[in-house]
């Protein structure tokens, strides 16, 4: 297994599955683990950094990935950290 890595200075960056519906950023990184099956979600687009927005989080985690709809198990959602834009961050 691998993970892909996008470097960024900031250190905001979150597991897909924490964050609230409407939310958006940018895929920081998409982490090897035994159900994420990292090489699918590459192959469909989830990569670092494409534009990502959480469409719903229960019971499973919709997000839009670029110009793509996608639904996945929280497990996997855990897997993609995003970086939260600069007016969101706490």
């Known amino acids: ?4 890595r ?3 200075t900031s250190s905001n960056v979150r597991p897909l599955s ?3 519906e ?4 940018v895929i920081a990184e998409v982490r090897a683990h035994p ?6 979600l590459l192959a469909l687009g989830v990569t670092p950094g494409a534009v990502v927005r959480v469409l719903q989080t229960f019971p499973g985690v919709v997000f839009l990935c670029d110009q ?3 639904a996945v198990e ?3 959602a855990d897997a993609i950290l995003v970086r ?3 007016e969101t961050r706490r």
């Open 68 to 70: 793509t709809e996608l």
């Open 84 to 86: 939260l834009p600069q």
């Open 35 to 40: 159900t994420a099956r990292v090489d699918r």
């Open 74 to 76: 929280r497990s996997v």
């Open 18 to 20: 924490s964050l609230a």
């Open 22 to 25: 409407g939310t958006h950023g």
């Open 1 to 4: 297994m691998s993970s892909v």
């Open 6 to 8: 996008l470097v960024f």
